[in-house]
């Protein structure tokens, strides 16, 4: 009975202190991502990086509205998503730009987030060389999506302006024929 409470006891305080260490570091990661958006709206450097990202935008073709989220999207993922879909909400941008913005976010947003969470766990449970490969191909798939978004948005902007372009000239024959 007493080993029962005791490995009990112990499961609660291993609990217990995963829990205190998972909001401590969601506090933390909170305090500085304000801090660091606090400094690059203050010193103007917000501007620098959102041009440098809107080339990046250029590339594929999509809006430069969304160089905001991929901003942010390094820092903190869940502020990425809410400023996404609010866009989509106002319709600012379509769910294929948002597609595209995805496939094209990956390799700036996924290393935060394969260094926070994957490489801890795949480290602990396959062991140094091999987690550290599995991160590596992690990482390269990132950059593989980044290559697919920008081949789709190649075609799927093409298409649209295509038919925009069908849009415009049923639109013109319309007015001709009356």
């Not at 991502?33 to 010193?43: A, D, G, K, R």
């Not at 795949?122 to 593989?144: E, F, K, R």
Request: charged share 15%.
């Amino acid at each position: 009975m007493q080993e029962t409470l005791s490995v009990i006891a112990e499961w609660l305080q291993s609990w217990w202190y995963y829990v205190g260490r998972t909001f401590v570091s969601f506090v933390a990661i909170a305090f500085i991502t304000i801090i660091v958006s606090e400094y690059l709206f203050s010193t103007r450097l917000f501007l620098k990086l959102l041009n440098m990202l809107a080339s990046i935008l250029r590339i594929t073709r999509l809006p430069i509205d969304f160089s905001t989220p991929l901003l942010f999207g390094v820092f903190d993922s869940r502020a990425e998503h809410s400023l996404i879909s609010s866009m989509v909400k106002e319709n600012r941008v379509r769910e294929n730009e948002v597609i595209i913005y995805n496939l094209i976010s990956m390799p700036i947003t996924a290393p935060r987030l394969i260094i926070q969470y994957v490489a801890p766990l795949a480290i602990s449970t396959l062991g140094l060389a091999l987690g550290i490969t599995y991160i590596c191909l992690l990482l390269a798939s990132t950059l593989i999506a980044f290559v697919m978004g920008l081949t789709y948005s190649r075609i799927a902007i093409k298409i649209t302006s295509h038919q925009q372009e069908g849009k415009a000239i049923q639109t013109v024959n319309s007015f001709t024929k009356r």
